[in-house]
């Protein structure tokens, strides 16, 4: 369950005023020329980007956190590079065998997150580390 004090999701991540974008978090009005599907706030800094293929709002957030495969294995740290209500992005080393439809349960105490997860899919950034997409279930 994501605690509400540590990281807020929004459904409608902005808010429009006589056609100007605003944004939610701090109310203050988006640049001049920002597109309302995808903007940083240039007062608080929150990434309002488009839900995309997920259903619920993209936080780019680095946060530690930890996966491990359903059916046993040593854990595997990795990093968040964005995360919503169904789902996230995480990075992690390269040597660990995380494969698309792999079921994984992935936790991180600091956003009071412990979710089972499906691997949609994944991609190597170079020797070292990859990527994944996980759909929480």
């Excluded at 944004?23 to 203050?28: H, L, P, R, T």
């Excluded at 259903?55 to 930890?66: M, S």
């Excluded at 595997?76 to 995360?83: K, S």
Aim: hydrophobic share 35%; net charge positive; proline share 1%.
């Amino acid at each position: 369950m994501v605690g509400s004090s540590r990281l807020s999701f929004r459904k409608e991540a902005r808010v429009y005023i006589n056609n100007a974008v605003i944004c939610s978090n701090c109310g203050m009005r988006a640049p001049q020329g920002s597109q309302a599907n995808s903007f940083k706030c240039s007062w608080c800094s929150t990434l309002h980007t488009s839900a995309g293929k997920r259903g619920h709002e993209r936080v780019q957030k680095k946060i530690k956190g930890t996966v491990k495969h359903k059916n046993g294995g040593k854990p595997i740290v990795a990093l968040t590079e964005n995360i919503s209500l169904d789902g996230a992005m995480i990075r992690y080393s390269h040597n660990s065998s995380i494969t698309k439809n792999t079921l994984l349960y992935f936790y991180s105490d600091s956003l009071q997150i412990h979710k089972s997860a499906t691997v949609v899919w994944t991609n190597s950034l170079d020797a070292y580390e990859s990527q994944a997409g996980l759909r929480f279930i």
